[in-house]
């Protein structure tokens, strides 16, 4: 995949979340916001659409071609937000939805950097549950029970998602120096959390044939 085609695709991943974002806006109950947001990860695993916190994750497995990519993904992701968020601001959804964004936007534009960065970590933890459960689930339920449950979680649990914040921040009109440096916080914590869970897994692979040499 060439870099324009990462793009394009990344733009089509930054949309969905931004429709999930668009469904978790509109609702008032919590848990029934954060179930129908995870349709964006679904589309995007589905169609095989590229998100930068689902690709952050496998970027020590990959050549070095696959992480020049990344910076190029998130640029599509916050094309594809903006250009929703945009497109919803046109329309006759935008005052509750940009009311229902700004009191979102407020406790991240109020909250502490190193609070953005850890909650960016936790939510990437998920990102990876999911989408690692829907990868290598046999069982098509499994995978996406691993989605609507790996997405649900981070939401609910109030972490930060850099892609889903691009859409919070274009629909509530707050961006700012401040906003861009925050969601840059935000992604460095996805990023780290994202790969915490496959470095540590590959440490153990690579450990356990020799523990089981010895116990031999």
Same mark, same amino acid.
């Given at each position: ?90 329309? @006759? /959804? ?6 229902? *964004? ?6 991240? #534009?109020?909250? =502490? !950097? +190193? ?66 440096? @925050? /969601? ?6 996805? *990023? ?6 496959? #470095?540590?897994? =590959? !440490? +153990? ?12």
């Amino acid at each position: 995949m060439n870099y324009f085609k990462a793009f394009v695709s990344g733009i089509l991943g930054g949309g969905c979340i931004a429709l999930g974002g668009v469904a978790f806006l509109s609702l008032e109950h919590n848990i029934l916001g954060a179930l129908f947001f995870t349709v964006g990860l679904f589309t995007i695993c589905t169609l095989g659409l590229n998100l930068f916190t689902g690709k952050v994750c496998y970027v020590f497995q990959q050549d070095r071609a696959y992480a020049l990519k990344l910076p190029v993904i998130w640029l599509g992701n916050l094309t594809g937000t903006v250009i929703v968020g945009l497109l919803i601001q046109a329309t @006759r /959804l935008s005052a509750n939805l940009a009311a229902r *964004a700004q009191s979102v936007c407020q406790a991240k #534009l109020s909250d =502490g !950097w +190193l609070s953005l960065f850890l909650l960016g970590i936790l939510c990437n933890i998920f990102i990876y549950i999911a989408v690692e459960g829907f990868n290598r689930n046999p069982h098509q339920i499994g995978k996406y029970l691993s989605l609507f449950f790996g997405v649900m979680v981070f939401i609910l649990s109030g972490y930060e998602h850099c892609v889903a914040d691009m859409f919070y921040f274009t629909v509530a009109g707050v961006w700012s120096v401040d906003v861009f440096l @925050r /969601l840059l916080v935000i992604t460095l914590g996805n *990023a780290v959390g994202g790969v915490i869970f496959p #470095l540590i897994r =590959g !440490w +153990l692979n690579q450990v356990k044939p020799e523990k089981d040499a010895v116990l031999r």
